[in-house]
């Protein structure tokens, strides 16, 4: 047997973030090993959002590292070091899929021009094979059929299958979702979700910010809890639902729907 340990996917260690005098993160260390999906919860404010944020390099860290793929970036940057680490982010950001809770969508160009363009303006790959592969993105999200209409006419479900779609255009290492249904309304919830089981049945890396339980409950590899910005606890979805140690996750899971 190999004595090697595989790096994780994805490794964050000892994370601070504020704003002003608001101190979001205080300490956050969450790793995430290839095909593992992460869900993380927490109240409104504990900080899911922003170390979600933080993690695609969105918002710069106050201290603390980020390492993808066995790459680190250590915040915050020595001065001698802040222009290699500004190419660094930028070529660690391109590894990952970030879907947002608004679908941030391109209203002006249809739902195939909304997936090739990263992937040929950022990327500089050949037209042709990234309208092939769009299609092939398309019919996997359930949306082939609707790849020459516009966002305005497709639902709130498709709009963030559209964005899934465009997110894994870019090939990424792992993928980022922050809250994928809260903006839609329940009906819709559903096919978004199956979208997102099957991406976890590939063997996707994901860290998933979610209010949705059950998805946490029975797609999660592991369960992330934050609360004021630290973890509170940590576990397998089975040692979380049946034996938590946290009283807060106790009291959360409560006000839940939990099936």
């Given at each position: 047997?190999?004595?090697?340990?595989?790096?994780?996917?994805?490794?964050?260690?000892?994370?601070?973030?504020?704003?002003?005098?608001?101190?979001?993160?205080?300490?956050?260390?969450?790793?995430?090993?290839?095909?593992?999906?992460?869900?993380?919860?927490?109240s409104s404010g504990s900080g899911k959002s922003t170390l979600l944020r933080c993690v695609n390099m969105?918002?710069?860290?106050?201290?603390?590292?980020?390492?993808?793929?066995?790459?680190?970036?250590?915040?915050?940057?020595?001065?001698?070091?802040?222009?290699?680490?500004?190419?660094?982010?930028?070529?660690?950001?391109?590894?990952?899929?970030?879907?947002?809770?608004?679908?941030?969508?391109?209203?002006?160009?249809?739902?195939?021009?909304?997936?090739?363009?990263?992937?040929?303006?950022?990327?500089?790959?050949?037209?042709?094979?990234?309208?092939?592969?769009?299609?092939?993105?398309?019919?996997?999200?359930?949306?082939?059929?609707?790849?020459?209409?516009?966002?305005?006419?497709?639902?709130?479900?498709?709009?963030?299958?559209?964005?899934?779609?465009?997110?894994?255009?870019?090939?990424?290492?792992?993928?980022?979702?922050?809250?994928?249904?809260?903006?839609?309304?329940?009906?819709?919830?559903?096919?978004?979700?199956?979208?997102?089981?099957?991406?976890?049945?590939?063997?996707?890396?994901?860290?998933?910010?979610?209010?949705?339980?059950?998805?946490?409950?029975?797609?999660?590899?592991?369960?992330?809890?934050?609360?004021?910005?630290?973890?509170?606890?940590?576990?397998?979805?089975?040692?979380?639902?049946?034996?938590?140690?946290?009283?807060?996750?106790?009291?959360?899971?409560?006000?839940?729907?939990?099936?």
């Amino acid at each position: 047997m190999s004595d090697v340990v595989k790096r994780p996917a994805i490794r964050v260690t000892d994370l601070h973030k504020s704003f002003g005098s608001l101190e979001v993160l205080r300490g956050v260390s969450v790793s995430a090993q290839q095909g593992e999906v992460i869900s993380i919860l927490g109240s409104s404010g504990s900080g899911k959002s922003t170390l979600l944020r933080c993690v695609n390099m969105l918002e710069t860290p106050n201290s603390g590292t980020i390492e993808l793929d066995g790459e680190e970036i250590v915040f915050p940057p020595s001065i001698r070091s802040k222009s290699s680490n500004r190419k660094k982010v930028e070529r660690l950001r391109s590894r990952l899929g970030m879907v947002f809770q608004s679908f941030n969508l391109w209203s002006h160009k249809t739902i195939l021009e909304n997936v090739i363009e990263a992937p040929i303006y950022v990327q500089n790959r050949p037209r042709a094979d990234c309208v092939e592969e769009a299609k092939a993105l398309l019919h996997k999200v359930g949306l082939f059929s609707k790849l020459d209409q516009y966002p305005s006419h497709l639902s709130g479900g498709q709009q963030q299958r559209a964005a899934i779609a465009r997110a894994l255009a870019m090939r990424p290492k792992a993928m980022l979702f922050d809250e994928p249904t809260s903006a839609l309304d329940p009906e819709l919830v559903g096919e978004v979700l199956k979208v997102m089981r099957a991406l976890a049945e590939e063997g996707r890396t994901m860290l998933v910010v979610t209010h949705e339980i059950n998805f946490a409950r029975y797609v999660s590899t592991r369960i992330v809890f934050l609360h004021e910005g630290a973890v509170e606890e940590e576990g397998k979805p089975e040692e979380i639902f049946t034996s938590c140690r946290s009283e807060r996750l106790r009291r959360f899971l409560e006000h839940v729907d939990v099936r």
